[in-house]
């Protein structure tokens, strides 16, 4: 296989990209390969570095799907890229599915049950302070009961707000977390790829 063979056949792998994003990998692909020969690599080696056009044009999709998390402006869209970076992620090695995805999903399914247990907190606030309102005519407007109620809705509050703004940076970690963790995985497999 020479160079152009090489870079077609990347070319046809790397479908799953934008025409943008394929453009310039395929320029990047071709400055590599001039920067190798000025430094006196012959072209067979730098194919040799390189491996197939199949599993580098895996781990360059992976890459690009990473990234996408970083650049989504929404949850959707960095939930629909971080599903579809994990999914290219598991594809490039066996590893993968024993080490990363298991782990992974617990976290996620964590995550996915956690919000609805932490808007239900959050939802419950009205409802509490209604119940407490109604305690007030119940126990009388006595100094006492009137204090504890109070201190019992300001505490509540408080848990309430805790609580959601505490999940939501450990949602927010999480998204930071497996960033890393795809981009690591990425650079593994990169390095494996090339021997080192």
């Not at 992974?104 to 302070?129: K, R």
Request: net charge positive.
């Amino acid at each position: 296989m020479n160079k152009q063979q090489f870079l077609s056949e990347l070319e046809k792998y790397l479908n799953d990209l934008s025409a943008e994003e394929r453009n310039d990998i395929l320029r990047d692909m071709e400055e590599y390969f001039r920067e190798a020969k000025s430094r006196g690599r012959s072209e067979e080696d730098v194919l040799e570095k390189l491996g197939s056009p199949k599993i580098f044009s895996e781990t360059i999709i992976a890459e690009a799907k990473v990234k996408r998390i970083r650049t989504a402006s929404t949850w959707p869209q960095k939930i629909s890229a971080g599903f579809g970076a994990l999914l290219a992620i598991l594809l490039l090695t066996p590893f993968n599915l024993i080490f990363v995805l298991l782990p992974l999903l617990l976290v996620t399914l964590m995550i996915i049950v956690g919000w609805p247990i932490v808007l239900a907190i959050a939802l419950s606030l009205p409802v509490v302070l209604l119940v407490l309102f109604f305690l007030i005519f119940e126990v009388g407007f006595k100094l006492f009961a009137l204090l504890s109620l109070l201190f019992f809705a300001i505490g509540w509050f408080g848990m309430v707000t805790a609580v959601v703004v505490g999940f939501f940076y450990v949602t927010l970690f999480y998204f930071k977390g497996v960033a890393k963790l795809f981009q690591w995985n990425i650079q593994f497999i990169k390095n494996r790829m090339k021997g080192e």
